[in-house]
């Protein structure tokens, strides 16, 4: 099977706009939350998220074509852009009949949903709709957009399966190329969730933090008083190429992608297993795919999301898939700084791994402050601030309602 490497990155999140911003931001240890400025949520349970800041779509793309394409879009195709410029692809530098793209989105054109289904079910007489509704709204058209700007014709579609959406069109971007189906391929995930609809509907479900008098330290993965996580918003590109691909044309090489695992828990819509027993066994997937023991993991960048359930099941899971090796990881939780980007969360996750490796230093799980007793206080969950420390290999873990798992295991590239 074909080797496979990372060359470029790009990011637009909470806490960066860009790869380098975001990449500081991580390992500061800076908080994304704030007060929701894109609707009114005085009368919401939870008013506040983690929002995309400072994000004008004109400074990137024609008024027109902005005009025409949810934010999920839009920031999908940001980050590509930045992906594929520190790539050093261009035209004429790859088979277009070889190289593609996999997204993944949660959710899809949120926004546009609400403000032209919804609003104008609102309106007396009958609903006029945009005849750019569909396009903007369907979840497969991120990747669309993608390929037809950089003619991209080979494999070309969208994962959606919660908050696992990303971490899904990472693995099946890793296989397609491991294959020999493709040379490269653009893949990662966007979401833009931060809506009425989206902040109503998941606090409705009590998934929501609630912490509205100190929403930067909402998002408290592991610690005692947790109490849901935050809604963030954003997105994560990744490009991929077989490591001849990118030898031929004398590419820089960031990371090796090296495995995936992807299952089900099969036990309920929402709550994971108490076991955490669909955790379990995509992170032995994914290592076993990967060729690789449990002693060969540095760090995990886990799912924790801050919520009362899932927290307790994954630490769990980590416990029974590597044993005594689960106390010399380092463990954390980055949707402690970032929100939860649901679709798009197990794209910037990858890349905080991958930072992890470049660095050589682990971001931190911030506001924790109290210790719960059914987790393990001997696990190293990297609180506060970064850790210094050489990573060689890692596992990124998402998992999505429905009970859907992924994990991605990522290396350090040596030749």
């Known amino acids: 099977m074909n080797r496979v490497v990372v060359t470029g990155i790009g990011a637009l999140t909470p806490i960066g ?18 007060p929701i400025t894109k609707f009114d949520a005085e009368l919401f349970k939870t008013r506040f998220a983690c929002e995309v800041k400072n994000f004008v779509p004109e400074d990137f793309m024609h008024r027109r074509e902005a005009r025409r394409i949810d934010p999920f879009s839009q920031y999908a195709m940001v980050v590509t852009d930045e992906a594929m410029q520190m790539s050093g692809l261009s035209e004429g530098s790859f088979d277009p009949d070889r190289a593609g793209v996999i997204w993944g989105s949660g959710i ?104 509205n008098d100190s929403p930067q330290t909402a998002s408290r993965p592991f610690d005692k008083d947790r109490d849901g996580f935050v809604l963030g918003e954003g997105a994560g590109a990744i490009v991929l190429e077989s490591l001849e691909h990118a030898k031929k044309r004398g590419a ?30 995509v992170m032995k997937l994914a290592l076993k795919d990967a060729k690789l023991n449990p002693e060969d993991i540095d760090y995990i960048n886990v799912h924790g999301t801050s919520t009362p359930l899932g927290d307790i099941a994954e630490t769990k899971a980590i416990k029974s898939v590597f044993g ?20 798009a969360a197990g794209a910037i996750e990858c890349i905080a791994g991958i930072i992890a490796i470049q660095e050589s230093a682990i971001p931190p799980t911030i506001n924790y402050q109290t210790q719960d007793p059914e987790i393990d206080s001997k696990l190293n969950l990297t609180l506060k601030d970064a850790q210094e420390r050489e990573v060689k290999a890692l596992l990124s873990n998402t998992f999505g309602f429905g009970g859907h798992n992924s994990c991605i295991a990522i290396k350090k590239f040596t030749d």
């Open 252 to 281: 820089s090489i960031i990371a090796e992608i090296v495995g995936s695992g992807m299952t089900a828990d099969a036990h309920h819509i929402t709550a994971p297993h108490p076991e955490g027993l669909g955790a379990q066994n």
């Open 108 to 211: 899809g054109g949120f926004k546009t949903i609400e403000a032209e289904i919804h609003d104008a079910a609102l309106r007396e007489g009958a609903p006029k709709y945009s005849p750019f509704l569909i396009p903007k709204l369907i979840a497969d058209i991120a990747p669309g957009h993608i390929s037809i700007k950089y003619g991209m014709r080979g494999i070309n579609y969208a994962t959606v399966s919660a908050c696992a959406s990303a971490s899904h069109a990472i693995g099946n971007a890793l296989d397609a190329i491991r294959l020999g189906r493709a040379d490269v391929m653009i893949t990662g995930g966007s979401e833009a969730a931060v809506t009425r609809a989206g902040i109503g509907g998941f606090s409705s479900m009590k998934a929501l933090s609630e912490r």
């Open 17 to 34: 706009n860009n790869f380098e911003e975001y990449k500081n931001a991580l390992l500061e240890g800076k908080s994304g939350a704030g």
């Open 324 to 343: 005594d090796n689960a106390y010399d990881l380092n463990i954390s939780s980055t949707k402690s700084m970032t929100g939860h980007l649901l679709g």
